[in-house]
Nanobody, 123 residues
């Protein structure tokens, strides 16, 4: 089972840009994804990528066109590039993985999580 660690969070002004990274150790997962969650609210799936086999990505409507996911096999890392950030993007961001390539787009199936990294967008 992989262990996940996020980095890259911080505070940025409205309209700004941030890059989040998630490194994994252990065997490569089949799928990885980024989520976010505000305190007291449900976790929201943002983007997923198949990390084995055919390259496939997916995005939630709320971030499509603003966020982009990428994979760096040499560093066992996936990244989330976030642009045109708005105050409503302020949340704790998590990466997650599952070991079933058929479920990459199934947000509810992700079952291994990192500890999260805080993103704050000031107006």
């Amino acid at each position: 089972q992989a262990q996940l660690m996020e980095s890259g969070g911080g505070t940025v002004q409205s309209g700004g840009f941030l890059k989040l990274s998630c490194s994994y150790s252990g065997d490569r997962p089949d799928c990885m994804a980024w989520f976010r969650q505000a305190q007291g609210e449900e976790r929201e799936g943002l983007s997923h990528v198949s990390t084995t086999g055919v390259w496939r990505t997916g995005y939630a409507d709320s971030v499509k066109g603003r966020f982009s996911i990428s994979q760096d096999d040499s560093r066992n890392t996936i990244s989330l590039y976030m642009s045109r950030l708005q105050p409503e993007d302020t949340d704790m961001y998590y990466c997650a993985e599952i070991r079933d390539a058929r479920e990459c787009s199934s947000w509810s199936q992700y079952n291994v999580w990192g500890q999260g990294t805080q993103v704050t967008v000031s107006s």
